[in-house]
């Protein structure tokens, strides 16, 4: 049965830190849905009611642009190889950009990253657990290594041509703030 949470606890954090994948979920008020897998280092838990997720250029950027017309995001961990558990964590976030000012003291704890692009600064409302009886096992094997070679060798201003190119709106054409003169 589904248990809900005000805040993360102990045994949460623990759960999420062992995972390798996690889920974001996305919505404005009109257009799509944005569902995505992320990996990679790229999650810090900061609180009961803080996590700090650090996005890596990738082929859209849905969230950004869904949270600046609608702030809501869930996140999700599924327990695929031991623990039969899910865990959702719903919220807000803030979005950062490597221009912030608050851009480098969260972007320490995640390391040097080739191709950062936004940091969501995550508000955890609701804390929701589920059985997880029904999720299959999955063994972890490995991490990839396609998109740091790909960032890398895009170097940093083919990287901006990428977001300006790709990047710069969701699917629906809402503004993902990406560059200064969206914001």
């Not at 257009?31 to 990679?40: A, D, E, H, I, W």
């Not at 029904?134 to 972890?140: C, E, L, Q």
């Not at 991490?143 to 940093?156: M, N, Q, S």
Request: proline share 6%.
């Amino acid at each position: 049965m589904a248990k809900q949470f005000d805040a993360l606890t102990d045994d949460h954090r623990a759960f999420i830190e062992a995972q390798h994948i996690f889920f974001t979920a996305s919505a404005a008020s009109d257009g799509r849905v944005n569902l995505s897998p992320k990996g990679t280092d790229s999650l810090r838990v900061l609180g009961p009611n803080r996590i700090a997720w650090l996005n890596l250029t990738g082929s859209g950027n849905e969230t950004a642009g869904h949270l600046a017309r609608a702030n809501r995001l869930t996140l999700m961990w599924c327990g695929f190889e031991k623990r039969p558990l899910i865990l959702r964590a719903y919220g807000t976030a803030r979005t950062l950009h490597p221009r912030d000012t608050d851009w480098p003291d969260l972007a320490a704890r995640f390391g040097p990253p080739p191709g950062a692009r936004q940091i969501f600064d995550i508000s955890v409302e609701m804390v929701q657990t589920s059985c997880g009886y029904a999720v299959p096992y999955y063994d972890y094997v490995g991490e990839r290594d396609t998109l740091a070679r790909w960032t890398e060798g895009k170097g940093p201003d083919g990287i901006v041509a990428y977001w300006d190119e790709k990047n710069r709106t969701t699917l629906d054409g809402f503004p993902t703030g990406l560059f200064e003169d969206e914001t």
